[in-house]
């Protein structure tokens, strides 16, 4: 089985980076953004029946800093 | 002073954080590897340097935090030991939770390398009692990472307990409050961006760094 977590910053954070992005669209000629956010994608391949908890646990210890970002799960289920 | 210095892949500064060491105490620090999993016995200080450990993957300081030999530092600063991080260090320390907030990507986005004014907020504590209250100093600083962000109870309590050692006095890379360095509840814990070890002898350009370590090693000895 497969997982993707989604990494955000959280609401209120600054975001240099996004906020690069967004000037950089804006020089493009990209007028209609009204802001842009950079997060991260991780995809997990996991042995078959690793548990949401231990998923969890993955991204609280590690994958995300929680005092700065948010996380959220999307399992993927893989067709053998 | 027996001292250590945690070496993590990445590690640049670990070298000069020993020679500065060794020049106030007289020994020369044990370098532990992050992989192992214990202090040598009757480690009195512990220094965690400068760098680019795991290459800043996933976050600066993160798989470092991760790491066996932080197990060991985080017991170790529990029992009273005294901790300095600096700069790469101020990241592991805050990513193991040893320290309060995060250094997220410079406000500017650019990479601040240069000598910059700090004020010492604070003269009451083991790292800063080389200095007076108030003093201005500089150190260099060399980051990407070292816009210190916390949320706003967290900065009032770090402001009113006395806990912000050193502020920027100009606009360095968008820090909450402009701090520099901080302490942890102990007082036995400091992570700070700017390099003391890089102003340490006149050869640096500037020895005000040297007081940092000389004052920390009377307080220790005291």
Redesign the interface.
Known sequence: MKARVFVTLKNG??D??GK?IHHALDGLGFSGVNDVRAGKLIELDLAEGTSEADIEAMCR???A?T??ENFRIERVETVA | MRSAVIVFPGSNCDRDLAVALAAVTGAKPTMVWHRDSELPAGTEFIGIPGGFSYGDY??SG?MAA?SPIMAAVTVAAARGVPVIGICNGFQVL??AGLL???L??????NFVCRSVPLKVETSQSLFTAGYDQGEEIAFPVAHHDG?Y??DEATLDRLEGEGRVALRYLDEVN?SARRIAGILNDAGNVLGLMPHPERAFEPAHGATDGRRLFEGLIEQVAA
């Open positions: 954070v600054l240099p980076q690069a210890k590690l994958l800093n005092v700065i | 996933l976050r993160a991760r805050t990513e309060p907030g995060a997220m990507r410079n406000a500017g986005l816009n962000q916390a968008g």
